[in-house]
Nanobody, 124 residues
Framework: QVQLVESGGGSVQAGGSLRLSCAAS????????MGWFRQPPGKDREFVAA????????YYADSVKGRFTISRDNDKNMVYLQMNSLKPEDTAVYYC?????????????????WGQGTQVTVSS
């Protein structure tokens, strides 16, 4: 069982930066691939980024590649999403999630545990 709690959301102007954090409970955190997803207003939830249990492998959606960076600290049971050069279209509720399946890390249905989400609003 893993419990996930996101923090760090807020409002920012276009071009600004935010850093999201996700705190995970449980002693098997290193076993999980961790992902960030987002749900824009009126749209479906979509994949943003994922990081393997070791932290050596990462994968990004094309829409955020080069602007967002996912990282993790396994000693602290934390995963982060550094978001730079934010755009209004990045406005969404951002969710942290955990799965054992790195090979299908872009797929929402593969994730067993989800946080409650944190709102990110980017104004133009």
């Amino acid at each position: 069982q893993v419990q996930l709690v996101e923090s760090g959301g807020g409002s920012v102007q276009a071009g600004g930066s935010l850093r999201l954090s996700c705190a995970a409970s449980g002693r098997t955190f290193v076993s999980y691939t961790m992902g960030w997803f987002r749900q824009p207003p009126g749209k479906d939830r979509e994949f943003v980024a994922a990081i393997s249990g070791s932290g050596y492998r990462t994968y990004y959606a094309d829409s955020v590649k080069g602007r967002f960076t996912i990282s993790r600290d396994n000693d602290k049971n934390m995963v982060y999403l550094q978001m730079n050069s934010l755009k209004p279209e990045d406005t969404a509720v951002y969710y942290c999630a955990a799965t054992f399946n790195w090979l299908r890390a872009t797929m929402i249905g593969e994730y067993d545990y989800w946080g409650q989400g944190t709102q990110v609003t980017v104004s133009s």
